[in-house]
């Protein structure tokens, strides 16, 4: 059979691999590992460590705390040209193979491979595919692998098939000297505390038997190394084995305690942290220093991760290493806070400020500001009440869904508020103030602002040139309660000590009768309504140039007859919508007529000339000094009586008797 390998040319093999053995040059070496004494024995021979074959004379023992201590001594040579040769060779089958042995990374293009291993069953051959654009095995090559490792009698039909299928299974194709005494060998070293087990092979003699990963898995159970293995890397040492190198085969798994529980937290803990926001034109407002965590009911504001569970380890021998399970911990939970249904979850359960405070969660509907409302404090909004134990200071803004409450005065600074604001002090707008209330206002005075309540303003001392509007009463009592310039409106009632300054100066106006928003709002439709009908009669203007233009014409340019479409177009829409404008104000005006309201203007002292009173539609205009007088409306007619009290006992306490929650 062509290319068959002869007794005689397996008798000349045999004879050359003696006589390189012959050649080799060995040395003694040692070391306090292996690793060391293999690479004290490559200095000795000037070569690589990877190019040593070694024996183990002595093996060595670590000792306890340096007693008993020996070193590992081996003898080490130079390997054969042989194996040189067949490992360079062997790269052809591999590919590209990774300087880590056992190293998972998959190369993207790798070239076919092919494997002899001689077993007692006879030579087998391995073929596997390539990878990406990886070349595939040749017949030549296959056939040269098998001689290299003398086989005979080689079924070539059938090595031709393996290569073609390239299925990476062994199959058996010929036969070779079997020598049992020279099959590879294996020793086993298990250390770090039975974590790890190594192996470490020695190649087979003529006509020995590889090791398979079988072999390879039995030997290591045989030696009670039986968890973790690298099946891999057994299979690795079956198709390319590596000899007189120690191998990591296993190794261990090390114990893991778990997690202790702990909190994730919604908000933030560092009432140090301020945060400052940067508008779009790149300024940083200093005012905004976001120091109020806001939280509504119901919002998460942390949760429990829960401890976790230990992960026993476990050694190559299988011996089983404890762990501890994490700790758990309680929930922190402080005032208005509560657990949601998951068990593990911080909720909120009413609007306020978010704080953690010895170790708990806390929501407090109450937040108080110790000094001035300034750049030190910030703007404050809060979803809850505030209370500011001094001022608020120029350009500031304190908003609330409950109330405010302001021990000191306020300045030209903006106030909102759900519920009711106090200020004990006064109200000083400078032409700029605004406060809006959704029910009562409070004040000693109010000077040069603007105020909007959604029940009543009461006010102890006086108002003065500001505008005023509650959808209740305007209430000034006391001993300075006037009301001088200005507009106030109200829905129900306008009660002062005074209106108006005896040498005149500001126009001072009082409605009442109606509802004061809904008459604003009627105000800004009818302005909107007169804008827009002036717009229309200017666009009827040019509509009707250019139709003009086109009756004259019989046509028009392109270009001005697209403009007299878009206008008759833009008219029609300006149109419908003062039609819906106009219907809006029609039905405001329905709602105040049927209002039922009995609107009245009470002074207790004076009212002077130039005050002008308006209840609903009627107006008058006071040409002298009146005295402890109502103002009413009959049968569309404004009519006086005698002065009549503040019928609500609540509105004549004044602010100092108000205590905010």
Same mark, same amino acid.
């Given at each position: 059979?062509?290319?068959?390998?002869?007794?005689?040319?397996?008798?000349?093999?045999?004879?050359?691999?003696?006589?390189?053995?012959?050649?080799?040059?060995?040395?003694?070496?040692?070391?306090?590992?292996?690793?060391?004494?293999?690479?004290?024995?490559?200095?000795?021979?000037?070569?690589?460590?990877?190019?040593?074959?070694?024996?183990? $004379?002595?093996?060595?023992?670590?000792?306890?705390?340096?007693?008993? #201590?020996?070193?590992?001594?081996?003898?080490?040579?130079?390997?054969?040209?042989?194996?040189?040769?067949?490992?360079?060779?062997?790269?052809?089958?591999?590919?590209?193979?990774?300087?880590?042995?056992?190293?998972?990374?998959?190369?993207?293009?790798?070239?076919?491979?092919?494997?002899? #291993?001689?077993?007692?069953?006879?030579?087998?051959?391995?073929?596997?595919?390539?990878?990406?654009?990886g070349r595939r095995v040749n017949d030549k090559a296959a056939m040269d692998r098998l001689h290299e490792r003398a086989v005979?009698?080689?079924?070539?039909?059938?090595?031709?098939?393996?290569?073609?299928?390239?299925?990476?299974?062994?199959?058996?194709?010929? #036969?070779?000297?079997?020598?049992?005494?020279?099959? @590879?060998?294996?020793?086993?070293? $298990?250390?770090?505390?039975?974590?790890?087990?190594?192996?470490?092979?020695?190649?087979?003699?003529?006509?020995?038997?590889?090791?398979?990963?079988?072999?390879?898995?039995?030997?290591?159970?045989?030696?009670?190394? %039986?968890?973790?293995?690298?099946?891999?890397?057994?299979?690795?040492?079956?198709?390319?084995?590596?000899?007189?190198?120690?191998?990591?085969?296993? &190794?261990?798994?090390?114990?893991?305690?778990?997690?202790?529980?702990?909190?994730?937290f919604n908000f933030s803990m560092d009432k140090s942290e301020i945060h400052l926001k940067e508008s779009a034109d790149g300024?940083?407002?200093?005012?905004?220093?976001?120091? %109020?965590?806001?939280?509504?009911?119901?919002?998460?504001? @942390?949760?429990?991760?829960?401890?976790e569970n230990a992960i026993p380890g476990r050694t190559v021998t299988g011996k089983i290493l404890p762990a501890r399970n994490?700790?758990?911990?309680?929930?922190?939970?402080?005032?208005?806070?509560?657990?949601?249904?998951?068990?593990?979850?911080?909720?909120? &359960?009413?609007?306020?400020?978010? =704080?953690?405070?010895?170790?708990?969660?806390?929501?407090?509907?109450?937040?108080?500001?110790?000094?001035?409302?300034?750049?030190?404090?910030?703007?404050?909004?809060?979803?809850?009440?505030?209370?500011?134990?001094?001022?608020?200071?120029?350009?500031?803004?304190?908003?609330?869904?409950?109330?405010?409450?302001?021990?000191?005065?306020?300045?030209?600074?903006?106030? $909102?508020?759900?519920?009711?604001?106090?200020?004990?002090?006064?109200?000083?707008?400078?032409?700029?103030?605004? %406060?809006?209330?959704?029910?009562?206002?409070?004040?000693?005075?109010?000077?040069? @602002?603007?105020?909007?309540?959604?029940?009543?303003?009461?006010?102890?001392?006086?108002?003065?040139?500001?505008?005023?509007?509650?959808?209740?009463?305007?209430?000034?009592?006391?001993?300075?309660?006037?009301?001088?310039?200005?507009?106030?409106?109200?829905?129900? &009632?306008?009660?002062?000590?005074?209106?108006?300054?005896?040498?005149?100066?500001?126009?001072?106006?009082?409605?009442?009768?109606?509802?004061?928003?809904?008459?604003?709002?009627?105000?800004?439709?009818?302005?909107?309504?007169?804008?827009?009908?002036?717009?229309?009669?200017?666009?009827?203007?040019?509509?009707?140039?250019?139709?003009?233009?086109?009756?004259?014409?019989?046509?028009?340019?392109?270009?001005?007859?697209?403009?007299?479409?878009?206008?008759?177009?833009?008219?029609?829409?300006?149109?419908?919508? @003062?039609?819906?404008?106009?219907?809006?104000?029609?039905?405001?005006?329905?709602?105040?007529?049927?209002?039922?309201?009995?609107?009245?203007?009470?002074?207790?002292?004076?009212?002077?000339?130039?005050?002008?009173?308006? %209840?609903?539609?009627?107006?008058?205009?006071?040409? =002298?000094?009146?005295?402890?007088?109502?103002?009413?409306?009959?049968?569309?007619?404004?009519?006086?009586?005698?002065?009549?009290?503040?019928?609500?006992?609540?509105?004549?306490?004044?602010?100092?008797?108000?205590?905010?929650?």
């Amino acid at each position: 059979m062509p290319g068959t390998v002869g007794l005689p040319q397996i008798q000349e093999l045999m004879r050359r691999y003696l006589d390189e053995d012959r050649e080799k040059t060995s040395v003694a070496a040692e070391g306090a590992s292996l690793e060391e004494a293999l690479r004290n024995a490559a200095i000795q021979l000037e070569c690589p460590v990877a190019s040593l074959d070694f024996e183990v $004379v002595e093996k060595g023992v670590p000792g306890t705390l340096g007693l008993g #201590r020996k070193p590992w001594k081996i003898r080490a040579y130079k390997t054969s040209v042989k194996k040189q040769v067949a490992a360079a060779e062997s790269s052809f089958g591999e590919g590209i193979l990774s300087e880590d042995f056992g190293a998972d990374q998959e190369p993207k293009d790798r070239d076919g491979g092919v494997y002899v #291993r001689l077993s007692s069953d006879g030579a087998l051959l391995k073929v596997t595919a390539p990878v990406g654009r990886g070349r595939r095995v040749n017949d030549k090559a296959a056939m040269d692998r098998l001689h290299e490792r003398a086989v005979h009698d080689i079924d070539e039909p059938l090595v031709r098939e393996v290569v073609r299928l390239a299925s990476g299974e062994y199959v058996p194709v010929g #036969r070779f000297i079997l020598n049992p005494a020279n099959d @590879a060998l294996m020793t086993v070293d $298990v250390g770090d505390q039975d974590m790890k087990a190594y192996v470490m092979l020695t190649a087979p003699g003529p006509g020995g038997c590889d090791l398979s990963a079988d072999s390879i898995l039995s030997f290591l159970r045989n030696n009670k190394v %039986i968890y973790g293995i690298k099946e891999d890397v057994l299979q690795e040492l079956e198709d390319l084995p590596r000899y007189r190198e120690p191998i990591l085969a296993a &190794e261990g798994s090390r114990p893991q305690n778990g997690r202790d529980a702990y909190m994730q937290f919604n908000f933030s803990m560092d009432k140090s942290e301020i945060h400052l926001k940067e508008s779009a034109d790149g300024r940083v407002n200093f005012k905004e220093l976001g120091l %109020i965590q806001n939280v509504v009911a119901g919002q998460p504001l @942390a949760r429990k991760v829960p401890a976790e569970n230990a992960i026993p380890g476990r050694t190559v021998t299988g011996k089983i290493l404890p762990a501890r399970n994490g700790k758990d911990i309680p929930l922190p939970l402080g005032k208005n806070v509560r657990v949601s249904e998951d068990g593990v979850t911080v909720l909120a &359960e009413i609007n306020g400020q978010v =704080t953690y405070i010895g170790g708990k969660i806390n929501v407090e509907e109450v937040f108080t500001v110790q000094g001035d409302v300034n750049l030190k404090s910030g703007n404050v909004m809060f979803l809850g009440t505030v209370l500011v134990q001094g001022n608020v200071e120029d350009g500031f803004i304190v908003k609330a869904s409950g109330n405010i409450e302001v021990h000191g005065n306020v300045g030209k600074s903006e106030l $909102v508020a759900e519920g009711d604001i106090i200020v004990h002090q006064g109200i000083t707008g400078k032409s700029g103030g605004s %406060i809006q209330a959704g029910k009562n206002v409070w004040a000693k005075f109010i000077e040069n @602002a603007k105020v909007e309540a959604g029940e009543s303003v009461i006010v102890s001392d006086g108002i003065v040139n500001s505008g005023v509007t509650a959808n209740k009463k305007i209430i000034c009592q006391g001993k300075r309660a006037h009301i001088v310039g200005g507009h106030y409106r109200a829905c129900e &009632e306008i009660n002062a000590k005074t209106l108006g300054s005896p040498v005149g100066g500001t126009e001072t106006v009082c409605e009442v009768g109606y509802d004061p928003k809904s008459k604003e709002r009627m105000d800004q439709l009818s302005q909107q309504v007169s804008q827009i009908r002036h717009q229309i009669e200017e666009m009827d203007k040019n509509i009707s140039t250019l139709q003009i233009l086109k009756k004259q014409r019989k046509t028009l340019p392109e270009e001005k007859e697209a403009i007299l479409q878009e206008s008759l177009a833009k008219r029609a829409e300006v149109a419908e919508e @003062a039609a819906g404008l106009a219907k809006e104000i029609e039905s405001i005006q329905t709602y105040l007529a049927n209002l039922k309201t009995r609107g009245k203007v009470s002074v207790s002292g004076k009212a002077y000339p130039g005050v002008r009173i308006i %209840i609903k539609d009627v107006v008058e205009e006071l040409k =002298t000094d009146q005295k402890g007088l109502t103002f009413y409306l009959d049968n569309m007619m404004i009519k006086k009586t005698k002065y009549e009290e503040v019928d609500d006992e609540s509105v004549r306490r004044g602010p100092d008797a108000y205590k905010a929650d």
